[in-house]
């Protein structure tokens, strides 16, 4: 047995042990209450008796204070409770209607008052103001507001901008860009990646490893509350390095309770996005000022949900059912060819075939040379859930959470065809269960053992699946399969593929974990671990590509010049392995302050492939360059990578100043570690001999014979430096917290944080010269079987770990809880973030991905993040209108949402470069001041970045009076290709976009039809002023299009720049 399976069964026979044996656990989707209890003089009281009583099932949990007085209460639901504490001699004091949310540990502390004849002391409380006792920085979403706001798309991710840290998603995101109908996969925050979310269902991880995005985001009817911890997270966390997204789901009570609700849509109720304009029949342009056809929408989210007790105070459940149909046109634009070219090409079908089956399948054109259409893109989701809570006795119970959606789509144009008839179709099934078994063992003895999984199964392929035979082209793939994605270049029409389909995975992750606390005088210890197994089980083919230059008459004779396939389909099972336990107390230093320290511990192992198909690549092998696999030569089958071990401390303080509960100082510091996503590795089994491709690039030959002419194409080989380390980050805050008057709660403080480590790719293999120059490649030799100069290899992308980051912030928040009708949240932000790339690994060697234009020196690469947004704010509100008397007159309600935020960065570069590797990433010189302004074009595009910016090419000793970026380089004719010499001064996202405005408004009439039953009429309004949110210019100084906007920031998700508005009924019982 290997090393490190050995390690890795210690650890799992631990995290065993530590299910079986030890106690109290601090639950990471429960909450947690705790008090001192002192008599008139202040002094303590020994063995006071504390109940809490839940108001929804009518559970007990009791517990005594020990000798100093204090008392703990760990693993509550979240909810209302009423605490009752008692001593001898003393009157009965009682708290009424205490609401704990999740993840949340609450102070209750009493003073009892000398006993006289019926005489109790009662407080009401609502949700309790300040945590005084933690250092996490967090947030929670509570029932109301998850409800109640107006979510466009109801999806309970979009919440988490209007966190403290959180910013709208910037254009250049990956896992933040929402897909239509299933929401955004991740978001940004505090300066961490999207892909350093740690998402979390009932204690049970909700990521997909293989991006570390969430698999599928919970229905809002689910959904009780959330919480969103953004910085210094205690040691019983890990995994992830960025945000803890903790969700609680909805659960039966004694009571019977449930819904049914549609939410309706339609583009007749919207208003014209800003963009949307008639075209010209002359220009195939749209045209100033004219208003267009609105894109149609036809979208309905339905459902309900049912729950009750099934024993009553022992046996609960809760089921529920959520549906979307949606149908979407999304706009696609292209020229085609025209009515007269079809009949030439049509005459000619007995001598060139291939040319007239193909053009049989395009459209004629509708707006002068171009056909434009808004193509329908149908979303269907379907979503089950179901919910089971059992009290055993007073001191077990357990809780189950299962849910199940499938979602079908079809994505039109998002892989670039540019006609209707084509794109992709994508069906995916995803799955959780979470379980958790609660015992406590005596009042100060509690345990929590936790195991669940998720998994997601997602295929995607071509929408159309003509026979490539039955059109004549010969591409040497069998079947219905869809044809290549092919171009006519001359006139940028795509269609057919899409390239890189069909490909698919079954995504699997489970989770094992124990957590405990053992409560002893002034100490809460914490201690436990958790064990998580990952299998990705994936198929990879491409139906290829096929270019047409100098079209149409090479079109209509058949003839293409540019072709490439991969003949086999590339599968892998890949598993992953992950152990981390943790230790930690806090200790209450003095009745005012409490110390909170902890130690984890993580191993994140290496990925493998199960059939040892991972092949690495050693620039410095023996006679050159080699591509060895694993298992092999005395490579291990987890021979990637092996720097997997971590340490990671965590201090902090939380000082109740006053001793009030009323103004609480807390800081902190925490070392957090991200378990490398699965994708890491990706590439290293596509690697030769695994993966195969032929291609074909010269004169004009028969598409008949492309794949008979068609030769092994230059070998594509990905790398992972093998001293690849986890990246991590430095956590740090300070801020204060103060209780206002009439339930307002206020905050200011400082947040930071430094990372190191991070993933980003860069090319082992980069250019050293121009093409032409000898040798091209500086790590292969002229005499290596893998000579960039035989045409076998080029740029060759490898994932390392030496990126960086740093953020510096100020929060501000202000909130209230419900009284008299109305709540509010409030948060500021104004910060700066900064790195080397914001995507991780997974953007590859392009500069939208991050990767550096010089990869031989990455921190030229340092510069704003993505997602840097230097002021934001957000707030909510939900009022209840005071109006009273009968049903028509009562139960309004108006509920908001309101954002603002400055720009993004634009990252400006040069089109292309002839120093291969450096393709797409490198920039100008920076030579002036770069001008922006905002005013409409000719072509009613927005002029962000005026053209007169961008210098004729350089370097010149003069530099024309105006112009601020130029490109190093020499250009033959002003139509010739640029030959770069240089590589530009100019940082990174150096330039600001434009910045984002949104107020939406939501109105409700809950009506009372008979006793038990409700019905409630909401419209929402989004963007209720019809304010268009910009997207970001183009960056690319090359382009006629320069600096120019050419569509809204959210123009195709459910969430567009211009006014829409919803209609929705809903029953409550």
């Known amino acids: 047995m290997k090393i490190s399976d050995k390690f890795s069964n210690a650890l799992l026979g631990f995290v065993l042990f530590l299910q079986m044996s030890v106690g109290v656990c601090l639950a990471q989707s429960t909450a947690n209450l705790s008090g001192t209890v002192i008599d008139p003089t202040g002094a303590v009281v020994p063995g006071a008796h504390v109940r809490v009583h839940s108001l929804a099932t009518g559970l007990d949990r009791e517990v005594v204070t020990d000798g100093a007085g204090i008392y703990g209460v760990p693993s509550l639901q979240p909810g209302e409770y009423d605490v009752q504490i008692s001593g001898a001699g003393f009157s009965l004091y ?74 709208v998603a910037p254009t250049a995101g990956s896992l933040t860009a929402a897909s239509r109908g299933l929401g955004a996969n991740s978001f940004d925050s505090a300066g961490n990646r999207e892909d350093s979310v740690n998402f979390q269902i009932n204690g049970v991880n909700l990521n997909d490893i293989s991006q570390n995005q969430i698999t599928f985001q919970p229905s809002i009817s689910t959904t009780s509350e959330f919480k969103i911890d953004n910085s210094t997270f205690s040691a019983e966390y890990g995994r992830s390095s960025g945000s803890i997204v903790n969700v609680a789901t909805r659960s039966g009570t004694n009571q019977f309770h449930g819904e049914a609700f549609d939410y309706f849509r339609n583009d007749a109720l919207d208003a014209r996005n800003y963009f949307n304009r008639n075209f010209s029949p002359a220009t195939g342009l749209p045209i100033p000022g004219l208003p267009g056809e609105k894109a149609p929408l036809k979208r309905n989210n339905f459902g309900g949900s049912v729950g009750g007790p099934i024993w009553r105070e022992h046996t609960f459940f809760f089921g529920s059912y959520e549906g979307l149909r949606q149908k979407q046109g999304i706009l696609q634009n292209s020229t085609v060819l025209t009515a007269a070219q079809q009949a030439q090409i049509a005459a000619n079908a007995a001598q060139f075939p291939a040319a007239a089956k193909l053009a049989a399948l395009l459209p004629l054109p509708n707006s002068g040379s171009n056909y434009v259409a808004f193509t329908p893109g149908p979303v269907n989701i379907d979503q089950f859930t179901v919910d089971i809570m059992h009290q055993f006795s007073s001191s077990d119970s357990a809780h189950g959470f299962y849910a199940f959606q499938k979602d079908v789509r079809t994505e039109p144009a998002l892989q670039g065809d540019t006609i209707p008839g084509w794109g992709d179709h994508r069906n995916a099934h995803r799955q959780i269960l979470t379980f958790n078994e609660t015992h406590v063992f005596n009042p100060n003895f509690v345990n929590e053992v936790r195991l669940g999984f998720n998994r997601i199964s997602i295929a995607f392929n071509p929408a159309n699946l003509t026979n490539p035979n039955d059109v004549g082209l010969g591409d040497g793939l069998q079947g219905n399969v869809g044809l290549p994605q092919i171009t006519l270049s001359d006139i940028g029409l795509v269609f057919g593929g899409p390239a890189g389909f069909p490909q698919g995975r079954n995504d699997t992750l489970g989770i094992l974990s124990d957590t405990a ?180 690039n010269g004169a004009p030959i028969p598409v008949s014979t492309l794949y008979a002419s068609a030769k092994a194409s230059a070998i594509g080989i990905s790398s992972v430096n093998p001293n690849l380390r986890n990246g991590y980050i430095e956590s740090f805050n300070l801020n204060v917290q103060q209780a206002l008057a009439a339930g307002m709660v206020a905050s200011i403080g400082y947040y930071g944080s430094v990372g190191r480590h991070l993933r980003i790719t860069t090319n082992e293999n980069q250019a050293t010269g121009p093409v032409g120059s000898p040798h091209l490649y500086q790590k292969l030799s002229p005499n290596s079987p893998i000579d960039a100069n035989t045409s076998i290899a080029a740029n060759i992308p490898e994932v390392n770990s030496i990126g960086i980051s740093n953020y510096n912030g100020m929060w501000a928040t202000l909130s209230k809880t419900m009284r008299r009708g109305l709540e509010f949240n409030m948060n500021y932000e104004w910060t700066k973030s900064m790195d080397l790339n914001s995507l991780g690994s997974q953007g590859g060697l392009t500069a939208a991905g991050g990767a550096p234009q010089d990869s031989n020196n990455p921190s030229g690469n340092y510069g704003l993040s993505d997602f840097d947004t230097r002021n934001h704010f957000a707030g909510t509100a939900i009022y209840n209108l005071p109006f009273k008397g009968n049903r028509l007159v009562s139960g309004y309600q108006l509920s908001t949402i309101v954002q603002y935020q400055t720009g993004n960065p634009i990252n400006i570069l040069a089109s292309s470069s002839s120093f291969n ?113 910009f997207g970001q210019p183009s960056g690319n100084t090359q382009s006629s299009t320069f600096g120019q906007i050419s569509s809204t920031r959210f123009a195709t998700s459910d969430g567009g720049s211009s006014r829409q508005l919803q209609i929705s009924g809903k029953f409550v019982f």
């Open 94 to 167: 009682t708290v009424k209607k205490l609401v704990l949310e999740v993840n949340q540990t609450v102070a209750v502390n009493a003073q009892l008052a000398l006993i006289s004849a019926g005489e109790t002391v009662q407080v009401d409380s609502g949700a309790p103001q300040i945590e005084t006792q933690t250092m996490t920085v967090g947030q929670v979403i509570n029932s109301a507001t998850v409800q109640q706001i107006p979510l466009n798309g109801r999806h309970f991710l979009d919440l988490t901008v209007l966190t403290p840290g959180g910013v």
């Open 517 to 696: 606390t053992l409560l002893r005088g002034r100490h809460s210890i914490k201690f436990g671990g958790e064990y998580r197994r990952y299998l990705s089980a994936s198929f990879a083919g491409n139906i290829g590509t096929l270019t047409y230059v100098s079209t149409p008459n090479n079109f209509e004779m058949d003839n293409a010049t540019v072709f490439s396939i991969q003949p086999n389909t590339v599968t892998s099972r890949v598993y992953d392995t992950a152990v981390g336990g943790f230790v930690q107390d806090n200790f209450k230093l003095t009745p005012k302050v409490t110390l909170e320290y902890g130690l984890r511990f993580e191993w994140n192992g290496t990925p493998v492939e199960g059939a040892n198909r991972f092949v690495l690549f050693n620039p410095n092998g023996n006679g050159g360059p080699t591509l060895t696999q694993v298992g092999t030569n005395g490579i291990p089958a987890n021979g990637a990578y092996s720097q997997n071990y971590n340490i990671e401390p965590r201090l902090g303080f939380a000082a109740d100043v006053f001793g009030t509960g009323r103004t609480v100082v807390r800081g902190g510091y925490a070392y957090l570690v991200d378990q490398p996503v699965s994708n890491v590795v990706g590439g290293l089994y596509t690697n030769p001999p695994f993966s195969t491709a032929v291609s074909y």
């Open 917 to 1029: 590797g450096l393709t797409g990433a490198v920039r100008p010189d920076k030579v002036g001041t770069i001008t922006t302004h905002k005013s409409q074009g000719a072509i009613a595009n927005v002029t962000f970045i005026p053209h007169s910016n961008v210098c004729p090419i350089g370097p010149t000793l003069a530099v024309p009076a105006g112009c601020s970026l130029q490109i190093q380089g020499t250009q033959a004719t002003p139509t010739a290709a640029i030959v770069y010499t240089g590589i530009g001064n100019i940082q990174r996202n150096a330039a600001t976009g434009p910045g984002f405005a949104d107020f939406d408004l939501s109105g409700e009439k809950d009506t009372k039809l008979f006793e038990g039953l409700n019905f409630k009429l909401r419209v929402d309004a989004f963007d209720i002023l019809n304010h268009p949110n």
